[in-house]
């Protein structure tokens, strides 16, 4: 642990050394979620404070019951925070919009529609003309490999399409933060890694906010700029990691030694708070 | 049925088709049918040959036209109805939470009373014409689907009404891009269940009393012990039951080809 600690930026310092990002898209202000469960109040988040740059991807890395997918309820707005709230460029936000999208790891494809119908389901619902929504979902689909499935019904793609297909419909509706929920969790190693690929590739060409939750701490580092760790118990942050690792990102990155320092690292960090959630 | 015969005879079994299966079954049924209208029972369990004049007859006259008429109107006529108002009611009570508690469990209540019990209060209430029939087939097959389309309300997958809210869905949105259709596997079902409802309680309601309908044939054969029509009448319920839920399976595959796991 000697050496993590000229890498790793703990909470107070992050606050201190990047307290005001140039252009913050996000501001995740002393957020705090109790649940009323029937063995009394669970305190899901507490006080968490978190300031986003426009372009950042940030991963969020934890044990199960640290609150990333609270937190990413809160900021999506399909949850509201108990105090505290968030504001996107400045304005504070009220229940979910399309201009924060989700990527579920379930996929939460709608089965009854095709590929392209999924893609341009959120076009639609902004009233955009049918043949714009058609080049604009063509467009996605093909930027994620998948013209020849635009007519497929989701039963008859595998997970890493359908994954695909999810990714292709959130970015359709351009919106100015991506939210991932462990969106590769239920894929396999090699379909995952295909995908890391394709999403970084994605995000230097889009340039969009990404909020990115994984269990994976290498597939963390390989994409973000920052990597926030969580504890739980409760739902807190415990260090923010700052990613220098240069772009494009490739399978050589994955073989250096400053990528396999830094995961080691954050793995040290997560594995103690492991142990720290089974006590 | 994946295990392969090692015999020969298994190999021949498995080489034969479907179709083929179905016909020497059908042809079985049959001869089981002769056999059993040869015995003592024969006396009252006419056999096919028997039932097969009977059906010529009755064909040849235009009454057993006039009978299957009279049933597949009532049958349908308040099947449709029924349909028609359990849609609406069965996404109103999931969707909203005051209109489920109001009103579930006076369905659950009523779901358990034999239509038959109501039937001689429908009677007195509005005659023995077509509209006390009607009445009866709508309550049986009306709260068969409207609880099985709530079902279908309720069991909606929550991620997808997440997902299509993040995607700028509103509640009206939800309600039309998302609830409907992904109920609509569930609204097939019910369909059928409704529509076996209401061909039980026509045949309970044409007994009680009508001028012409299958029940009604049925009851006056047994009265002059005409067993031949008594079975002819069974029969062709059982064919019209038969050829309605086949036509509800085909609209299933066209219309919810889409799900992962197909329920036939």
Same mark, same amino acid.
């Given at each position: 642990m000697a050496g993590s600690a000229q890498r790793i930026v703990t909470l107070g310092q992050a606050n201190q050394g990047q307290s005001e990002p140039e252009h913050a898209k996000v501001e995740i202000d002393a957020i705090r979620k109790v649940f009323q469960t029937s063995r009394g109040e669970v305190v899901a988040l507490h006080d968490t404070s978190l300031t986003i740059a426009n372009n950042e991807f940030i991963c969020v890395v934890g044990p199960s019951g640290c609150g990333k997918t609270t937190l990413l309820n809160i900021l999506?707005?399909?949850?509201?925070?108990?105090?505290?709230?968030?504001?996107?460029?400045?304005?504070?936000?009220?229940?979910?919009?399309?201009?924060?999208?989700?990527?579920? !790891? !379930?996929?939460?494809?709608?089965?009854?529609?095709?590929?392209?119908?999924?893609?341009?389901?959120?076009?639609?619902?902004?009233?955009?003309g049918k043949g714009e929504r058609r080049s604009i979902a063509e467009k996605y689909i093909e930027s994620v490999g998948l013209k020849d499935f635009a007519n497929a019904f989701p039963k008859e793609l595998s997970g890493g399409m359908k994954q695909r297909v999810a990714i292709a419909r959130a970015y359709a509706v351009n919106p100015q933060l991506l939210l991932l929920d462990e969106p590769f969790g239920a894929l396999d190693a090699q379909t995952r890694t295909q995908l890391q690929v394709e999403l970084l590739n994605t995000w230097e060409q889009e340039q969009k906010t990404c909020f990115f939750i994984t269990h994976d701490v290498e597939e963390a580092v390989l994409l973000a700029s920052r990597v926030v760790v969580m504890s739980a118990r409760p739902g807190r942050i415990k260090a923010i990691v700052p990613i220098d690792l240069k772009h494009p990102r490739t399978q050589e990155t994955r073989m250096s030694k400053p990528f396999n320092d830094l995961k080691n690292d954050i793995w040290s960090l997560v594995y103690q708070e492991y142990l720290d959630a089974k006590k | 049925m994946d295990n392969k015969p090692a015999t020969r005879v298994g190999q021949m079994i498995d080489r034969i088709d479907g179709k083929v299966f179905l016909v020497v079954s059908f042809l079985l049924g049959l001869l089981v049918w002769q056999l059993v209208s040869m015995t003592k029972a024969g006396a009252v369990f006419a056999g096919p040959v028997d039932t097969f004049d009977a059906f010529i007859q009755e064909a040849k006259s235009g009454r057993l036209l006039e009978h299957i008429y009279a049933s597949l109107f009532r049958v349908l006529g308040g099947f449709a109805l029924a349909l028609v108002i359990a849609i609406p009611v069965a996404f109103l009570m999931g969707w909203y939470r005051v209109c489920r508690m109001l009103v579930e %469990?006076?369905?659950?209540?009523?779901?358990?009373? %034999? %239509?038959?019990?109501?039937?001689?209060?429908?009677?007195?209430?509005?005659?023995?014409?077509?509209?006390?029939?009607? $009445?009866?087939?709508?309550?049986?097959?009306?709260?068969?689907?409207?609880?099985?389309?709530?079902?279908?309300?309720?069991?909606?997958?929550? $991620?997808?009404?997440?997902?299509?809210?993040?995607?700028?869905?509103?509640?009206?949105?939800?309600?039309?891009?998302?609830?409907?259709?992904?109920?609509?596997?569930?609204?097939?079902?019910?369909?059928?269940?409704?529509?076996?409802?209401?061909? $039980? $309680?026509?045949?309970?309601?044409?007994?009680?009393?009508?001028?012409?309908?299958?029940?009604?044939m049925i009851q006056e054969a047994s009265l002059y012990f005409r067993m031949e029509i008594v079975i002819l009448g069974i029969v062709m319920i059982g064919i019209i039951g038969f050829l309605l839920d086949k036509l509800l399976l085909f609209l299933e595959r066209r219309l919810a080809g889409w799900q992962e796991v197909r329920s036939v």
């Open positions: 999506a707005g399909l949850d509201a925070p108990t105090s505290g709230e968030v504001r996107i460029d400045g304005t504070s936000i009220h229940g979910p919009s399309s201009e924060r999208g989700v990527v579920f !790891q !379930q996929y939460a494809l709608f089965p009854w529609l095709t590929v392209r119908q999924n893609v341009e389901f959120g076009l639609k619902l902004k009233s955009i | %469990p006076w369905i659950q209540f009523l779901r358990t009373i %034999p %239509p038959i019990a109501y039937i001689p209060l429908v009677i007195v209430a509005q005659g023995v014409g077509e509209s006390a029939k009607i $009445t009866v087939i709508f309550v049986a097959s009306f709260l068969v689907m409207v609880v099985s389309i709530y079902q279908g309300v309720r069991n909606v997958d929550v $991620t997808l009404i997440k997902a299509s809210r993040v995607l700028g869905a509103k509640d009206r949105d939800i309600f039309f891009h998302v609830i409907i259709p992904a109920s609509f596997p569930f609204i097939l079902v019910a369909l059928r269940l409704g529509l076996s409802a209401a061909l $039980t $309680t026509l045949i309970a309601a044409e007994l009680t009393g009508a001028q012409v309908g299958l029940g009604q």
